[in-house]
Every structure is written in structure tokens, then in C-alpha cells.
């Protein structure tokens, strides 16, 4: 028995290591942003089997590393988008928050076809038993492209429906899928989006809310029925099996979208009514409400890709006071979050190049956020919000070795991006960023 | 005795027969086209105003006369846009005749469609208005607006100018939802494309109808624009805010084409090129909230002050059933921001006449004119003030409507 398990745990060694000859990578005389602690002005990294070895001003590096001068350098932990559908094949997350004015789904995002349904039995726009974990293909270029600019993990969630499945989080490289989940029980990733004309129930606002409230209802009955039957099978009739209740149950926390403050507000309500653990979307008005979410002891991501006038619209049209205050002010939410104290993590709301990532969080810090704060909210805050601060988000040892080695400071667009460890594993991203090859397949 | 009773019973339906014959006595006269009148005299011979005025004016022996002391006579107010007799509930689909699928049919005529049992009309009737423009929707070229007297028992009874104008949607340029404004605009090039085709079609038709081709064959749409090219008859062009304006104006500068604009919400800088073609315009409802949410509250109500002041002849619509009985009011809130009263009432009397060319036969109170007339307790455009009567081409019309009758019912209710 003891050597079987022995066998395992060396079978589960091997592949790694069989792809990896070098297994030990030291970085040397570098910058390194450690994020959990101090910054060292001059120091080295030691990684080993894909994980952080050591760290420190004179941590010495041991006969058998493969050496990486860094002098000149610096070194991050791997930035990690904290919402997004990278290596889930569906087409760019333009995650929305809430569905259009009216209660109408927003476009681009047709229900998922079947029969109509009447109420929520039905259990309409319900996938919560689809894991992100199990769809992952390497066939998405943003695997890649997002490697390049840095970013080496990534929090992943299907995101069609209202109950729309549990993302899992993701490094941005491996041979086979399974090889990339670091934790495939990310969360439930919820929408308000109603169903679209001719879906049936719901097809309003009012209606997704009770629907939520119905099923989370149901899924503790099932709970206890399933207790109930597991414990007396002989003489009680047997609970039906539901799988959209299982996704449900099995989730470890629930994404709930808030942009604004109303939403805000109604979405802790509820997150507290369904006596769920929740994480907050969006928020992108969310600096006029910084003291509720900190009342509440709210943690959220925040949407960088913040509003822009509409690329291709008339123009003649007058734009709204709201609509220009909303795309003046919406960076600012994360100097205000961090201000208050409220924890969050930025995701990249779909954005794709690396300038407009720069632009976006350079307009947050313009708007106040300091460097320190974007890094985290980019690295260990999202580590953190999902429960996986343990291995990922700061360069410590015993974490999982995913570093950026950037020549310059990050978030500037002539920055070089020397290196990028995922895993352990080196990749050298071409010197011009060059536009995401996910473009093409789009 | 006997005989004497005979007589009189012959005599009656002559007598009936007479009742488009009365005079009005002792009444204040506002023609709107000149001076009140106090103390008017108003004879009607046989629906048609005979003569005007003072105390001492004789009339005919015999002549009905109604006793005008105290109240006010106005000619019949016209509402310059609804969907009268077309439209019962908008939502109920067999109730509602407005509109004909396809791009272009100038053949339809909007009278011909009208109910003239309509609920709508003895309420629309209520607050004074007299005479509606019936206006056909959908498509390009939509139809023709009908101009109704809102009284009779068939359409043809009602129809004062079957083509008052024909109805052009012009095609807005608007990037609206997911559509990019490049794609709106390809769109709007194509309809205006498809627009002047149609109206070359219109011309070459004219031309092979003028010099007779061998084959050729009446055409009801390509013949209904005859009018049209000719200037008979103009085009009212729905244009909203500036760059619909501008848009419209150099369209039918280059079409050689008359206009009316129609439901013009904001002009901008189109109105001096509204003032200088002297183009009649048909203003939106006064009583609307701003087009957007950053506008002055008090944009719509302002906008007739505008017009006046830039020196264009316009007019008053409604743009629907249920509220066109507050036409008079609408006219009132833009005198409450600035437009001159005298300006206002013209506005729902002369001017609507004037647009649609019926200006020789109603929209005052003169002679020779049809007694197109209501008898009010006050100025039309206050809310207080009563319609007592109502009388269309001299014909005593019933004040009565759902409204009233409704009133009358929850009133006596124990």
C-alpha cells in the first residue's frame, strides 16, 4: 500500500520533470517585488520542481541551478486576472454586469437554446455543474498572449446563464489542460441577466432574483433530503437527483455582478439572505459606495476595462452629464477601494493588448491607486479573494514558481518583458509586444 | 285650427332642413384673422358665415338666433397632426388602420380609412378642436394626410382636403443599439438613394403622361405624386433635430420639392435654412419632457417661442388620439414661456389652414368662410374655460363623449 502510493507520487513527479531538464533556475542580483513582503533592491530567486525555493538578499544559489543574470532586472510574482475565460473556449469575455435597461439580456449573448421555460423548475440558464476546470482547451491563443504580458494565472469561469458554472483557477501554460488547474473550485460565477425573448421564465430582473432565491431554497431541502436518505435509505422515497442543485452546493463562494451603488447594495443584501460567500463584479461606480462595501466587509473585483465613449458612434450626439461623470470617475474606485480598505482584485474585463491593459490601470493610478496597491490587486489580492494566497500571488518560498522578469517597471508600455515563469518553466515572450494573437481567431 | 296645425307640422322639416341658418347675438367675435368684435352680431346662411357685425345687423326673418351674451366665438380649432379615425387602440391591431406595408405608397389616402364612429372624435371635440389632419405612418413615403372635420356620418361628409399633404418619413440617420454609426450611415445613403429613385420614376411618368406613350398605363402611386412634383400638394417631412433638418432641407432643395417639416423638436443652427426657403413647420407636443436627460426642463415648451421669434408660420399637432384634446393647452404652455397668445391661437386656427391650403374656406371667422365655429365662456386656451357649443360648416355638432357620458354615470352613482 505504502509503495503504491510512493509510485504515484513519483508518477505524478515524473512528467514534469521529464519536460523540464533544468528543474532548478536561480535569478540573480535582480530587483524583486516580493508583494507579500519587503522589496529587495539586490537579491535572488531560487525555483525548483515549478516552486519558489527561496528567496532573499544572499540566498545562495545552489551548484546545480541554471543561472539567470538580473542585473538590471525585476522580478514580480506572475500577474493573475481575477475573472476571465481564458483557455475556456468562448469567444472575449465582455463580462457585463447587468443586463440592458428593461430587463433585456444584452446582446451577443443568446440564451442558451431549449425548450421554454415556466418557472424554476425548469431550472432555465442553469450550468452550475459545469466546471471551467473540465473545458479548458489549449487550443485559446490567450493562453499565450496573456503568458506574454505577464500574466500567468488566471481565475476562469463560463460565464452563460444566470447560474453559469464554477470557475477554476488556472496557470497560463502546460502540456495538457489538466496540467494548468491549481484549483478547480474557484466559485459560482452568477449573473442577473434575464432570459431573452421567447426563453420563457425569467425574463425580468424581479424574476432572476426569486428565481436565485427559489433554487438556493431547493438546494437546501436537497441538502437535508439527501442526509436524510443517506442516513434511512429503506422506507423513504429517494430525493430526485438534481444537478444544477449539486453545482450549487458544491460551490465554494458565488460571483455576484454590481456596478453601481443600487446594485451594490442589493447584491450584499443578497449575498447575506442566501448566506453565501460572495465576491462582487464590475464595480466600476464603486468609489460612491466604499463605505457600505467596507461595512459589510465586501471583498470585489474590479473591471478594468473602464468606460470609453463608443468607438464608432454618431458624432453629433451629445453625450449625457452621467455618462461623461461615470467615464471620468470610474478609475478612481480603485484608489477609493484601497483607500477604504475594501480587498480586491482587478480583472481585465476582456481587455487584450497589452498598452490598453497599461492605459487602464496607469488611469488608476493617476486617479490615486499607488503602484504597490495595482501590483497587488494583480497578484496576492487576487490569490487571496479565491482562497489561493497559499501558493499563488508573491514570491515566497513554497509558492508556485510564476514570476515576471521585466527590464523597467510594469505597466509601462516600453518595458520590456524578459521572462516569464509559469510554473517553473522559462518562457521568453517576443521583445515587441506584439497585438494578441487571439485576434485571430477570433 | 285644425288646418292651422297641419301647416306647421309641413313647415317643420323645412325649418330643419335650415338649422346650418342662424345668427349669433350679443356675442364676443374673435376671427383670429383681425380684431375681436364686441357686441358682434354673426349671421350663418345655410353653413357658411354670411356676414359679420355689430348689434344693429339685421337678419332674415325667421332666422334662428342664438343668444350670444357672455360668450366667446372662435373659429374651430385644427389640429395639424393625429391619427384620428385611423386609430381606435393603438395595441389592438384590428382597431388601427395607419399604416401600409412597403417603402413607397403615395396612392393611400388617409380618408378613406377614417372611422368616423370613432370614440376618439366627440372627445377630441371636447376642448374646441374642430378639424384634425389625419396622418397616415410607416414606410417612406407613408401616404396622404387627410384634412377632417371631426363631425359626419361617413368619411366623405368629413373630408375637408383629402390630399392636405403627402407624407414623407425621411430617413433618420441614428446609430442606435449595437448599429455602428458607419453602418447607420450606409443605411441612410441607401434609403435616400432608393428615395430619389422613386421620385425619377415619379418624373419620368410625368413626362410619358404629359406626351402620351403608346403603351402607356395609369399607375394610382407614380400618379398620386403628381401633385406633389407639381407643388400642389407638399410633402411633410418628419424631421426631428438639426442634422434631420439640414438634412431634409438640402434634400428637397435638390428634389425641388415644397415641404411642410413636421414634429421638429430642436432646430439648432437649421433654422435660419428653415427661415430662408420660408418652410411651414408642424411642431412636436409642447407638453414633453426634454430629448435628453442634460436639457433645460423647459426645451419643448420653448421651442414655439423659437420659431416665432426666427419668423417662421408654424403650427400645433397633437401626434396621436387619447391627448389630442389638449391641443388648445399645448398651445398655452408655449405662451406661458414667451410665445405671444395672439401667435398661439394662430398657431391651432389660421396658420394649420394656411399650411394645408383650406385657409380660403376655414380656419377663421369670416365672411364666406365655412361657420367652422365654437361658442366658448372664456379663451379657449385656459383650462377653465367651457366649449358651450360647437358648430361644424354651420352644423350644431353634440358636445357629448365618452368622457362626459363617463362623468355623468359615476356622478349618479349612489
Request: glycine content about 8%; charged content about 25%.
Amino acid at each position: 500500500m505504502k509503495t503504491r502510493r510512493l509510485l504515484v507520487a513519483l508518477a505524478l513527479l515524473a512528467a514534469p520533470l521529464a519536460a523540464e531538464p533544468p528543474s532548478a533556475v536561480a535569478i540573480r542580483n535582480a530587483r524583486i517585488i516580493t508583494v507579500s513582503g519587503a522589496t529587495l533592491d539586490r537579491g535572488s530567486v531560487v525555483l525548483r520542481n515549478g516552486l519558489i525555493e527561496s528567496v532573499g538578499a544572499s540566498t545562495s544559489i545552489p551548484a546545480d541551478a541554471w543561472v539567470v543574470e538580473g542585473e538590471g532586472l525585476t522580478v514580480y510574482p506572475g500577474l493573475i486576472d481575477a475573472l476571465s475565460t481564458v483557455g475556456l473556449n468562448t469567444p472575449t469575455p465582455t463580462i457585463q454586469t447587468t443586463g440592458r435597461r428593461g430587463g433585456g439580456p444584452p446582446t451577443g449573448d443568446p440564451a442558451p437554446a431549449g425548450p421554454v421555460s415556466r418557472g424554476p423548475e425548469d431550472r432555465p440558464l442553469n450550468t452550475s455543474y459545469l466546471l471551467a476546470a473540465d473545458q479548458i482547451t489549449l487550443a485559446d491563443r490567450r493562453i499565450e498572449s496573456y503568458r506574454n504580458m505577464g500574466f500567468t494565472s488566471a481565475v476562469s469561469f463560463p460565464t452563460r446563464g444566470i447560474f453559469a458554472g464554477q470557475g477554476a483557477v488556472i496557470n497560463l501554460s502546460g502540456q495538457r489542460p489538466s496540467a494548468m488547474v491549481i484549483d478547480p473550485s474557484a466559485g459560482l460565477y452568477l449573473t442577473m441577466r434575464p432570459n431573452g425573448f421567447g426563453g420563457g421564465f425569467p425574463n425580468s430582473l424581479m424574476g432572476v432574483i426569486a428565481y436565485i432565491r427559489q433554487i438556493y431554497l431547493d438546494a437546501g431541502q436537497y441538502k437535508e433530503a439527501k442526509a436524510i436518505y443517506a442516513a434511512h435509505p429503506a422506507g423513504n422515497k429517494r430525493p430526485e437527483y438534481d444537478k444544477t442543485l449539486e453545482g450549487v452546493l458544491a460551490a465554494t463562494r458565488i460571483l455576484l455582478p454590481a456596478q453601481n451603488p443600487k446594485e451594490i447594495h442589493r447584491m450584499l443584501r443578497f449575498a447575506t439572505e442566501l448566506k453565501q460567500k460572495a465576491l462582487l463584479y464590475g464595480l466600476q461606480e464603486g468609489f460612491l459606495a466604499t463605505d457600505v462595501l467596507k461595512a459589510r466587509n465586501a471583498a470585489v473585483l474590479l473591471n478594468l476595462r473602464w468606460p470609453e465613449r463608443a468607438r464608432d458612434g454618431d458624432p453629433e450626439a451629445v453625450e449625457s452629464m452621467r455618462a461623461l461623470e461615470f467615464r471620468d470617475k470610474a478609475p478612481t474606485t480603485a484608489a477609493a477601494l484601497a483607500k477604504a480598505g475594501v480587498p480586491f482584485a482587478f480583472y481585465l474585463g476582456g481587455l487584450e493588448r497589452a498598452s490598453e491593459i497599461n492605459a487602464a490601470i496607469r488611469k488608476a493610478m493617476a486617479a490615486g491607486l499607488t503602484e504597490a496597491d495595482a501590483i497587488k490587486a494583480l497578484t496576492l489580492s487576487a490569490a487571496r479573494l479565491f482562497g489561493v494566497d497559499d501558493r499563488l500571488g508573491s514570491i515566497e518560498p513554497g509558492k508556485i514558481a510564476n514570476l515576471v522578469v521585466t527590464k523597467g517597471p510594469l505597466f509601462e508600455d516600453r518595458t520590456e518583458m524578459k521572462y516569464v515563469f509559469v510554473d517553473g518553466v522559462k518562457y521568453e515572450p517576443a521583445p515587441a509586444p506584439a497585438a494578441p494573437a487571439s485576434e485571430a481567431t477570433r | 285650427m285644425r288646418r292651422i296645425l297641419l301647416a306647421v307640422l309641413a313647415a317643420l322639416p323645412l325649418m330643419g332642413a335650415a338649422d346650418d341658418t342662424f345668427a349669433i347675438r350679443a356675442a364676443t367675435v374673435h376671427p383670429v384673422s383681425g380684431p375681436k368684435l364686441e357686441n358682434a352680431t354673426l349671421l350663418v346662411v345655410n353653413g357658411t358665415i354670411a356676414e359679420i357685425g355689430n348689434a344693429k345687423l339685421a337678419v332674415p326673418k325667421g332666422t334662428r338666433v342664438i343668444d350670444g351674451k357672455g360668450l366667446h366665438v372662435y373659429p374651430g380649432i385644427i389640429d395639424s397632426s393625429t391619427q384620428v379615425g385611423l386609430s381606435e387602440i393603438s395595441s389592438v391591431r384590428e382597431t388601427s388602420d395607419v399604416s401600409e406595408l412597403g417603402d413607397f405608397k403615395p396612392q393611400l389616402r388617409a380618408a378613406v380609412a377614417i372611422n368616423p364612429s370613432s370614440e376618439h372624435i366627440p372627445v377630441i371635440r371636447a376642448n374646441g378642436t374642430t378639424t384634425a389632419l389625419a396622418v397616415p405612418g410607416g414606410g417612406l413615403i407613408a401616404g396622404q394626410a387627410s384634412m377632417m372635420h371631426l363631425d359626419g356620418w361617413t368619411w366623405e361628409d368629413m373630408t375637408v382636403r383629402r390630399d392636405a399633404a403627402m407624407v414623407l418619413n425621411f430617413p433618420t440617420l441614428s446609430a442606435s443599439g449595437d448599429r455602428s454609426f458607419a453602418d447607420a450611415r450606409r443605411n441612410y445613403d441607401q434609403q435616400i438613394r432608393n428615395l430619389s429613385a422613386y421620385l425619377e420614376s415619379a418624373r419620368r411618368y410625368q413626362k410619358a403622361k404629359a406626351a402620351p406613350v403608346p403603351d402607356f398605363r395609369i399607375d394610382l402611386a407614380l400618379d398620386a405624386m403628381l401633385p406633389v412634383l407639381e407643388g400642389k400638394v407638399p410633402l411633410l417631412v418628419g424631421a426631428e433635430r438639426e442634422r434631420a433638418v439640414r438634412d431634409a432641407i438640402a434634400w428637397a432643395d435638390r428634389e425641388k420639392l415644397k415641404i411642410v417639416l413636421f414634429n421638429v423638436r430642436r432646430p439648432g443652427k437649421a433654422m435660419t435654412e428653415i427661415k430662408s426657403r420660408n418652410i411651414p413647420v408642424i411642431l412636436g407636443p409642447t407638453q414633453e419632457l426634454p430629448l435628453e436627460e442634460d436639457d433645460p426642463y423647459d426645451e419643448a415648451f420653448t421651442v414655439p417661442l423659437e420659431f416665432h421669434k426666427a419668423g417662421v408660420k408654424f403650427a400645433f399637432g397633437t401626434f396621436g388620439n387619447q391627448f389630442a384634446r389638449n391641443l388648445p393647452y399645448q398651445a398655452a404652455t408655449a405662451v406661458a414661456f414667451g410665445l405671444p397668445y395672439e401667435e398661439a391661437l394662430k398657431a391651432i386656427t389660421i396658420n394649420p389652414a394656411e399650411i394645408f391650403g383650406i385657409s380660403a374656406i376655414t380656419g377663421s371667422v369670416e365672411k364666406g368662410k365655412w361657420a367652422d365655429l365654437i361658442l366658448t365662456d372664456g379663451d379657449p386656451l385656459e383650462v377653465k374655460t367651457q366649449v358651450k357649443r360647437m358648430f361644424i360648416k354651420g352644423k350644431e355638432v353634440d358636445l357629448d363623449s365618452r368622457h362626459t357620458r363617463l362623468y355623468k354615470k359615476y356622478m349618479a352613482r349612489p
